[in-house]
């Protein structure tokens, strides 16, 4: 991606204030059989007829980068893909989800549930995909929403203008700097990236 140098910093910025703020950060990752038979369909198409191997588990793609994994830990594929929550830390948990919604056949909703979480921020990688599909699937749950767009790659004006239609709060650094300040208060707040 061509903004993924300027944006990973970002993101990265992003993810430890929350852990400087005590929050809860939830990973949301996507991975791939190495025949793509769990893949959309357009992937699938590419797998099986151009030979594209991406995010298989185990190969460097299908890992958190460096500047987001708290503990440098691999992800554990095998139970990811079978629909558990990996914890990294105290506070921070990696989720498998086999499409561009992290709420599509995954375990999110229910572990965000079970911690009593109603509110999210989007951080991310492909805002077109798999920010904005899984910022519809929090939005269809009743989650507040709000998004850092400076830290989501491939961003575009009509995307944030039909999520702002939709209630998902936009935030610079500073107005996430405040509701973090303000959700010390509330703890059921949490980044889905």
């Known amino acids: 991606m061509p903004d993924l140098d300027v944006v990973m910093p970002k993101i990265r910025d992003v993810v ?14 996507r991975l791939y059989q190495p025949d793509g038979s769990d893949a959309d369909r357009c992937v699938r198409w590419a797998i099986r007829h151009k030979g594209l191997r991406l995010v298989v588990p185990n190969t460097w ?3 958190l980068l460096p500047e987001t994994n708290p503990t440098g830990a691999r992800l554990d594929a095998r139970a990811l893909m079978d629909g558990q929550i990996q914890k990294l830390t105290g506070k921070e948990f990696v989720c498998y989800k086999p499409r561009f919604n992290g709420f599509h056949n995954t375990s999110l909703h229910q572990f965000l549930q079970t911690q009593n979480i109603n509110s999210v921020v989007f951080v991310g990688i492909t805002f077109p995909n798999c920010v904005r599909a899984t910022q519809l699937g929090a939005t269809d749950r009743d989650y507040r929403v709000a998004l850092v767009p400076a830290a989501c790659t491939q961003v575009y004006q009509g995307g ?12 610079t650094s500073a107005g996430l700097d405040r509701l973090l300040d303000d959700g010390t208060k509330d703890r059921r707040q949490t980044p889905v990236r």
């Open 61 to 63: 793609g299908s890992q």
């Open 16 to 29: 430890e204030k929350f852990r400087r703020a005590g929050k809860p950060i939830v990973h949301v990752v």
């Open 160 to 171: 944030l203008e039909a999520m702002q239609g939709e209630g998902v709060q936009l935030l």
